[in-house]
Every structure is written in structure tokens, then in C-alpha cells.
């Protein structure tokens, strides 16, 4: 037996080596994935091991020291452990650190030629998704509420059609981007 935290109560939830991927939460009935969480737990554990590398070294260490290929090779693990992640539905949280995290790294692997700018700018894309995502379900929760003036539900519907419209665009789009990266693991 393992246990593991359900991403959304943090119950210990208790599972065999014989366990499908999908987990039920018996505290809160929620279902999550065993493998995104794994997954997430580990790419947390290797970004924050190389975050404590980096702040370590500073600019006191060389670029080619043995120090930094450690870092690299942290940030590495933490990149494709919740590139894994990424691919279940996520906990909203998770979702946004995950993302969070990725842009970070994104930034460090570009500057050192480690990853095209197609693969960067598709991580991006993720981020503007999910802030678009969330700013249009906020405006649709405002507008079923009845919420806000004359003038401010007017300026709500205008910027709910436009992320209406904007919203597959992107999805059309990162699916195009999805396939041209083709993500093997
Ligand atoms: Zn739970």
C-alpha cells in the first residue's frame, strides 16, 4: 500500500499496486488521476531542487560547472514530469502552478537553446487558455447572477463575446501546435 494526497482535500487516500489510474477520493467523492498526481508530486520535488540549486550558485558559479549541469538536470526531470502531469485534467491549482512552473523553466531553457521557440511559445498558449478559460467562466457566473450596473453587465457581455470567439481560436491552435511538437515521452 501507498499513500498519496488527493489534490483536492489532501485526504491521504490509500492505493495498491493493483489500482486503475483513477482514484475516488473517499473524504470529498472527487475522482483524480493516480499518475498526473504522481507526476505533478515529482516535477514539484525536481523544480523546487533546482530552484534551491540556483539560488545557491547566483551568478558565482560558472555555466558549464558541474553545479549548474545538476540544475539543469533537475529542471530537465521537473519538465517532463509535469509535461505528464499536464496531460490529465488537473485540480485548478495544480493546474495553474504546473503552468506557472513550466513558464519558469521555459524562460531558463530558451536563454541556453534547450527548447525551440515553438515549444516555449506553446506553453504560453497554455497559460493564455487558462487565463482566458477562467476570465470568461467569472463573466458568464457575473452575468447568470445578475450581477453589476446597466453599463458594467454591457461591458461584461462585449468581453464574453470576444472570449467566446477567442477561446476556440486558441484551443485550434494549440491542438495545430500539439501535433507539429508531437510530445513523446
Ligand atoms: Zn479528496
Known amino acids: 500500500m501507498i499513500a498519496i494526497l488527493c489534490p483536492y482535500c489532501e485526504t491521504e487516500v490509500d492505493i495498491s499496486a493493483e489500482d486503475t489510474d483513477t482514484q475516488i477520493c473517499k473524504a470529498c467523492g472527487r475522482e483524480f488521476s493516480v499518475e498526473a498526481q504522481f ?10 531542487a533546482a530552484m534551491d540549486i540556483e539560488r545557491a550558485a547566483r551568478w558565482r558559479v560558472r555555466e558549464d560547472s558541474p553545479t549548474m549541469t545538476d540544475m539543469l538536470r533537475n529542471y530537465e526531470h521537473a519538465y517532463s514530469s509535469l509535461r505528464v502531469a499536464l496531460q490529465h485534467t488537473l485540480p485548478h491549482s495544480y493546474h495553474a502552478d504546473a503552468l506557472t512552473m513550466l513558464a519558469e523553466i521555459m524562460r531558463r531553457f530558451l536563454k541556453r537553446e534547450m527548447v525551440s521557440s515553438m515549444e516555449s511559445s506553446y506553453w504560453t498558449q497554455r497559460i493564455t487558455q487558462l487565463t482566458v478559460t477562467e476570465e470568461y467562466a467569472e463573466l458568464q457566473r457575473k452575468l447568470e447572477a445578475r450581477e453589476g450596473n446597466f453599463l458594467q453587465r ?16 486558441l484551443e485550434e491552435k494549440i491542438a495545430v501546435m500539439e501535433r507539429e511538437i508531437a510530445f513523446t515521452e
Do not use: K, V
Not at 507526476?39 to 523546487?48: F, I, L, N, V
Not at 472570449?163 to 481560436?169: F, M, N
Open 39 to 48: 507526476a505533478y508530486e515529482r516535477g514539484q520535488a525536481h523544480y523546487d
Open 154 to 169: 454591457w461591458h461584461w457581455r462585449l468581453r464574453s463575446g470576444q472570449l467566446g470567439r477567442t477561446i476556440p481560436e
